[in-house]
């Protein structure tokens, strides 16, 4: 059954605030963006598409974005940053907006207090403090959904073996051909993919926790339950 969001949240005027998902690969982040977009009809925002969109469109950010990653260099939290910025001053992000991928680190979780506490922010009397929701899935589970994805290499669908398995094993449903297993969903693979994410995320999650803005989801209950509690604590924690 699809969770919905009370009546009140489909009032345009309605503060919904900024929402940052966090959680490990496999942690379900992607079904509860979607579900919160319908919910609530907020945009959702992700720094991978900005970055695409930024170099197709051939904006001064993208070009400097292109260069950095032409030489095989990362780019800087500044770059990013500004990439976001544009992006949140836009008209559809007044009433809030979901951050997929962002804030990465607590230097990038700084700026973006810094900025929507801002003046620019407060004039324009956009959503203030985010939402920050934590999805969390026990090690194990995480390994099952990750390691038991399957993937058909002539149209692309995804399958799980153990939770959406094809009609016929190892084939896939729309056109016969032979699932693969693709190498970042290899064991190996997917256990390191799983430690650098905890290297990387423990200072984000600490800022926000002493902050006093980080809320625990239990990503291990069923998907329909997920979505109930994550709706449920941005309508507890939205600015009305």
């Known amino acids: 059954m699809k969770a919905q969001a009370t009546p009140e949240a489909h009032v345009s005027a309605r503060k919904i605030g900024p929402v940052i998902l966090l959680g490990p690969p496999g942690a379900g982040k992607g079904t509860?963006?979607?579900?919160?977009?319908?919910?609530?009809?907020?945009?959702?925002?992700?720094?991978?598409?900005?970055?695409?969109?930024?170099?197709?469109?051939?904006?001064?950010?993208?070009k400097r974005a292109q260069e950095i990653m032409a030489r095989g260099a990362l780019v800087s939290d500044e770059l990013v940053n500004e990439m976001v910025k544009a992006r949140l001053q836009q008209a559809d992000c007044e009433r809030g907006f979901i951050l997929d991928g962002y804030p990465r680190t607590a230097g990038q979780a700084e700026w973006l207090d810094r900025f929507l506490s801002g003046k620019l922010?407060?004039?324009?009397?956009?959503?203030?403090e985010p939402v920050v929701l934590r999805i969390s899935v026990e090690y194990n589970q995480l390994l099952r959904?990750?390691?038991?994805?399957?993937?058909?290499?002539?149209?692309?669908?995804?399958?799980n073996v153990h939770s959406q398995p094809p009609r016929v094993a190892d084939s896939c449903d729309s056109d016969g051909s032979k699932l693969v297993i693709?190498?970042?969903?290899?064991?190996?693979?997917?256990a390191e993919r799983l430690k650098a994410y905890e290297r990387q995320t423990l200072p984000l999650v600490d800022y926000y926790r002493g902050k006093g803005r980080l809320l625990e989801i239990d990503g291990d209950l069923p998907a329909a339950q997920v979505t109930a509690d994550v709706l449920k604590a941005i309508e507890n924690g939205s600015h009305v």
């Open 32 to 62: 509860q963006a979607k579900q919160i977009v319908e919910s609530f009809g907020i945009p959702q925002i992700s720094t991978g598409d900005l970055l695409r969109d930024n170099v197709a469109r051939g904006t001064e950010l993208g």
């Open 121 to 128: 922010f407060e004039n324009q009397k956009r959503c203030g």
């Open 145 to 159: 959904r990750l390691t038991g994805r399957r993937t058909c290499p002539t149209c692309g669908r995804i399958y």
């Open 182 to 190: 693709r190498p970042d969903d290899r064991e190996e693979v997917v």
